[in-house]
T-cell receptor, first 115, second 110 residues
Framework: EPEVTQTPSHQVTQMGQEVILRCVPISNHLYFYWYRQILGQKVEFLVSFYNNEISEKSEIFDDQFSVERPDGSNFTLKIRSTKLEDSAMYFC?????????????FGSGTRLTVV | DAKTTQPPSMDCAEGRAANLPCNHSTISGNEYVYWYRQIHSQGPQYIIHGLKNNETNEMASLIITEDRKSSTLILPHATLRDTAVYYCIVLHINDYKLSFGAGTTVTVRA
């Protein structure tokens, strides 16, 4: 069964450093998303991406965050200058279509620890 | 702005059916009911969704009441691997952001 692949599974970084989280969505999917989950809290929407541009972002997704699809297969989330409160699980997801007849496939996540 | 209400937890015996309720009394005609689950900090996993008809797939069945104000996810033969947090999510036809609540923590016991 096709899956969304995320790397690395765990990243430890120092506060103030830049990190890039990588995702390989399912190959025929057109819509891509990032969600995060702080330990013990709810899964939260960060951003959606379609046709090489952001289609929607949450208030969490401030200027420190950016996304891109650099080579047609990878989908990355960059945090420019990490803060302690960025420590969380980050989940990438993709869907074949935007709309309600399709579920979203999530990756297994990257655990980001900012120290 | 929670659109759904789920019990915080429930236990189920292995091999028995697990019936997970969800109230969504303010649901509109253009909103679907989705179910996802999350097994111990893994990525959420899509289970099933429906608009007004009952739905069944290889994982579960979804029963939606006629007035659409509530629904029940049925896991027909729960196994220990079904232990997870189950999320009931209402999603507008023109929206795609999944809003996860606290969900129901389901523990399947041998």
């Amino acid at each position: 069964e096709p899956e969304v692949t995320q790397t690395p599974s765990h990243q430890v970084t120092q506060m103030g450093q830049e990190v890039i989280l990588r995702c390989v969505p399912i190959s025929n999917h057109l819509y891509f998303y990032w969600y995060r989950q702080i330990l013990g809290q709810k899964v939260e929407f960060l951003v959606s991406f379609y046709n090489n541009e952001i289609s929607e972002k949450s208030e969490i997704f401030d200027d420190q965050f950016s996304v891109e699809r650099p080579d047609g297969s990878n989908f990355t989330l960059k945090i420019r200058s990490t803060k302690l409160e960025d420590s969380a699980m980050y989940f990438c997801a993709s869907s074949e279509e935007r709309g309600q007849d399709y579920g979203y496939t999530f990756g297994s996540g990257t655990r980001l620890t900012v120290v | 702005d929670a659109k759904t209400t789920q019990p915080p937890s429930m236990d189920c015996a292995e091999g028995r059916a697990a019936n997970l309720p969800c109230n969504h009394s303010t649901i509109s005609g253009n909103e679907y009911v989705y179910w996802y689950r999350q097994i111990h900090s893994q990525g959420p996993q899509y289970i099933i969704h429906g608009l007004k008809n009952n739905e069944t797939n290889e994982m579960a069945s979804l029963i939606i009441t006629e007035d659409r104000k509530s629904s029940t996810l049925i896991l027909p033969h729960a196994t220990l691997r079904d232990t997870a947090v189950y999320y009931c999510i209402v999603l507008h036809i023109n929206d795609y952001k999944l809003s996860f609540g606290a969900g129901t923590t389901v523990t399947v016991r041998a």
